[in-house]
Structures are given as structure tokens and as C-alpha cells.
């Protein structure tokens, strides 16, 4: 009867504490139990991360209907635009390590004054990138190895999707703000308008809908872009009304040139460790895309289901940078790197029953999505040797944001550097073309690099260099 009782009291308190992470009431994260704090940040995160994820599935699963060329055109667009990931992803470590050491010592006119001056940075790159993305779209397929039909049914696409990542760039950015200071669930909120919006109009613009015409592949990126954009306004109203901790005034909005410098000198290091990650995926696009379209296109496929898992883990590793930063900003080292471990094995627990599913279902999974053959057998391979790998990514994933999130952005990029262009490259282009092995070489490169980083990550954290970076 006790152990009933205790039962009782388990689930009520799961609920309540669901309820006060999810409302974002919880504000303080450097004296309550690590455990209540990594629950309080990552589900949030979590559900953030899985809106995202659920966007790329619902995405590709609307463009399948259209064709194999415009799930391809879709797999090599944004094999280039991680590019502009790499970018907005490095500024948006920069910002929540910031972010997250100011608000750790309590102040809080600091963590606005490096929001802006992040935002700023962040229109600033995005300006660049959209007038290469309207003017070359074409070129740029090209140069990705697309066929001329490919081109001329998917060019629309990648013009308008790099032409507006304005919206990419902010959203990542503003988000990252609001996880610095704790405020996870304002993050997770504007991504449910972002992503709900798109669910809702891309059958719309992709297949018509009364006045709105048929534009095939390309109403996805138009559906996109216009729930991007919509969840970019919604954030600068949070931030301008001071909606969440972070709050900007217009005295706010003037160049700050040592805030600036600070966080291109930190982003410079994050931005290189995510431009060596996905220019080494940019050219494993490359070398699938000579196995012809429905390679590429299973390929795609098993990457956007990978993503509806690698979010949630994601999410607890952003979890975990938080965790970092707003702790050594308490002058909690210790404690800081007590929150890693745990965040780590929680989200190994998760990638680890996730592997198994991936491991025996691969072939339902990747059928949901195209009915084609050569496209399931590749898909779910894919997703099978990939998953594989699942548990090293978990502890991989955790120990590299939190370098991030202590302000060491630098580790990861070595980290990187050895195990994506010194490893994974010639490993994927000798398995998969100079010993025949084809795209399962380049599915094996993946996962070895994966764990090679899990390897090394851990065995230089432990040595705690990272404890006295200062931001």
C-alpha cells in the first residue's frame, strides 16, 4: 500500500513539474537537484526539438507525393543550407554560452546587450546568403551534382529557401537566447507557431488550394519561410515586451563593439566546428548523388526520420550547455559537470531504445514514405547502420554542447576536424568508390565518425580544461 502511496506521489509530482517546465515558471537552475533542473530545461528543449523534427517529416512526406527529383532537390538543398546552419548554429552557441554565464551571475542588462548584438550578427550573414541564393539557385544544384531535370523542377525551391533564411538564421538565434536564460519553454512555444503553420500550409501551396496555385516542391520552401518568418516576429514582440528574462529596450539597439568582438570570438570557434561538420556532409551528398536519385532519395528519406530522434537528444544536450554556462557563471564548476553525466545517460537511455526500434523496423519506417523499391532498400539501410551507433551519438552530442555551452568552442572544432575531414571523408569516398562498397561506405563513415567523437569528447572532458574558460 506504501509503495502505491509513493506511486501516486511520483506521477502527481511528474505532472506537476511537467507542467512548471512547460509554462516556463521555473526560473532558477543553479540550487535546485540536478536531476529536477535537467528535467525542468530539457523538456522544453525536447518537445522544441521534436516540433523540428516533426516539420522535416511532415515536409518530406507532403514533396514524396510530387516526385523522386523533388525529394532529391529537397536533400541537396539542404545539404547546402547546413551551411547556413553552421553559421547560425555557431552565433547561437556564442549567445546561449553568453547569455547563459550573465544570467549565472545575475546580470541581466549584460545578457540583453549580447541578445542584440547576436541578432545583429545574425541579419548581417543572412543578407549575404539570401542574395547568393536568389541569384545562383540553379548554379548551385549544379554544383551539387544534379541533373538538368532535377534543376528545372527544383530550382525554385533552393531560391526561395536560401533567399529568406533571414528566418532560419533568427530563429535559431533568438532561441538560443531564450535558452541561455532558462527560458526553454518560450523557445519551444514560438517553434510549435513555426511548425504548425507549416503543417497547415504546406499541402496548400505544394498541391493548391482555392486561389493558391500548385507550385510543387517549391510550396514547400514558401509554406517554410512564411512559419519561419511568422515565429521570428513572435519572438522579437517576447523579447521587445519582455515576455521572458531576457528583455530589449531600443536604448538597447546600438553597436556595442566588446560585447561584438566577445562573441565572434567565441563563435568563430562554433561556426568552425559546425562548417567542418556539414561541409564534410555536403560533400557526402556529393558522393551519393553519383548513385542516381532514388539512392539519394532513400538517403533523404532515413536522414529525416534520423532527425525525429536526434532532436529530442539534441535537446537534452542543449539542456546540458545550459546547464554549463549558467552553473560556472555561479561558480559551480562541479556541479556543472555533474549535470553532464546525467544529462549523457539519460539521453543514452533514450538513443538506445530508439536503435532498437531503427534496427528492427527500418523497412516499415522508410515504406511510410515512398513505395519504391531501390528507395526503401537504401533508406533503411541507411537508417539501420546508422542507428547502429545511436548510444556513442548520445554521449557524443552532450559532451560537445557542453564544451559549447562553457564558452569552449574551440574542442569541439579539433574534435571535429580530426573526425570528419581526416576520418569520415576518405573513409565514406574509399568504401563507397574505391573498394565498391557504394552508399553502405558512406553509411559506415557516418557512424564510425559519430563514435570517434563520443571517444574523444569524453576522455578530454574529463580533464576539465573547460572549467576555466572564461566568456
Known sequence: MQSNNNQKISISQFFKYLKIAVTGKQEEFTSISIRRAVFMLSIPMILEMMMESIFAIVDIFYVSQVSVNAVATIGLTESVITLVYAVA?????????????RVGEKDLP????????????????????????????????????????????GYGYTQMLLGGNVTIMLLFLINAIFRGAGDASVAMWTLILSNG?????????????????????EG????????????????????????????????????????????????????????????????LMRIMADFGSEVLAGYTIAIRVMMFTL???????????TLVGQNLGAGEPQRAEDSVWKTGKYTAIFMGVVSVIYLLFARNIVGWFSDEIEVVNNGALCLQVIAAGYIFYAYGMVIIQSFNGSGD?????????????????????????????????????????????????????RKGHWKATKV
Open 311 to 321: 532532436m529530442p537528444a539534441w535537446g537534452m544536450s542543449n539542456a546540458a550547455a
Open 110 to 153: 549584460g545578457a540583453s546587450q549580447a541578445a542584440v548584438q547576436a541578432i545583429f550578427l545574425g541579419i548581417a550573414v543572412a543578407a549575404i546568403v539570401s542574395v547568393i541564393g536568389i541569384i545562383y539557385p540553379k548554379e548551385i544544384l549544379g554544383l551539387m551534382g544534379a541533373e538538368p531535370d532535377l534543376i528545372a523542377e
Open 409 to 461: 568552442t574551440k574542442t569541439p572544432t579539433y574534435i571535429n576536424f580530426v573526425c570528419f575531414w581526416l576520418f569520415q571523408l576518405p573513409f565514406a569516398y574509399l568504401g563507397a568508390k574505391t573498394f565498391g562498397f557504394g552508399p553502405k561506405g558512406v553509411f559506415w563513415a557516418i557512424t564510425l565518425a559519430e563514435v570517434l567523437i563520443a571517444v574523444i569528447g569524453i576522455i578530454w572532458f
Open 197 to 217: 503553420l507549416n503543417i497547415i500550409l504546406d499541402p496548400m501551396f505544394i498541391f493548391g488550394f482555392g486561389p493558391i496555385p500548385a507550385y510543387g516542391v
Open 89 to 101: 548554429i555557431g552565433l547561437s552557441m556564442a549567445a546561449t554560452a553568453v547569455v547563459a554565464r
Open 220 to 283: 514547400a520552401a514558401i509554406a517554410t519561410t512564411i512559419g519561419r518568418g511568422t515565429a521570428v516576429v513572435f519572438q522579437l514582440l517576447i523579447l521587445f515586451y519582455g515576455w521572458s528574462r531576457i528583455k530589449i529596450t531600443f536604448k538597447d539597439l546600438v553597436f556595442r563593439a566588446k560585447v561584438m568582438l566577445n562573441l565572434v570570438k567565441i563563435s568563430l570557434g562554433g561556426i568552425g566546428q559546425f562548417l567542418i561538420g556539414t561541409s564534410s556532409w555536403v560533400f
